[in-house]
């Protein structure tokens, strides 16, 4: 089977979303936008794609608020450097004083693949960001325990917080 095929087939399975752009540049070589090259079906449905194909269009098509992104201003200084990077994004949603509800967090990588093309991946970590953020949230009552706490999340293992006796 043709190379397309196969890497439609590879990256169809993965559960995290996985793109390749080309950099779109203006007259002066600035780049201005994105071309999608390839993206698997992740990808499709978190930018909201569906059955469309967008390969040929445009971020700055796919979502209109993309060129005025910090993501979009990241995805350019990892082509024009051409190094790799990686990034988390979260975003908040205030719930009066100091508390701050989280409403999204991702986990983004980026490698330079040359000539302008990059390929991307991500995936959607927010249910682990919220009960991170809960725990955080509850750390200030521990914090003055007497004896040794450890948070652990459950789903992994991961040690979210620690009081200094512990």
Do not use: K
């Amino acid at each position: 089977p043709p190379i397309d095929s196969l890497l439609r087939e590879a990256t169809d399975a993965l559960s995290d979303c996985f793109a390749i752009y080309r950099a779109a540049t203006d007259e002066r070589g600035d780049v201005v936008d994105f071309a999608v090259e390839h993206m698997n079906d992740a990808a499709r449905r978190d930018i909201g794609a569906g059955g469309e194909e967008p390969v040929g269009q445009t971020l700055g098509r796919l979502q209109p608020d993309y060129l005025r992104s910090q993501a979009f201003r990241w995805l350019r200084h990892i082509v024009e450097l051409e190094v790799p990077g990686g990034r988390e994004v979260s975003a908040y949603e205030p719930l009066g004083g100091e508390r701050r509800r989280l409403l999204q967090s991702s986990d983004i990588r980026a490698a330079p693949l040359g000539d302008g093309r990059v390929v991307v991946v991500w995936r959607d970590v927010t249910e682990h960001a919220r009960a991170d953020e809960d725990l955080r949230l509850h750390s200030t009552v521990l914090r003055r325990a007497a004896d040794g706490v450890c948070l652990v999340r459950a789903s992994d293992g991961v040690i979210v917080y620690a009081n200094h006796r512990f």
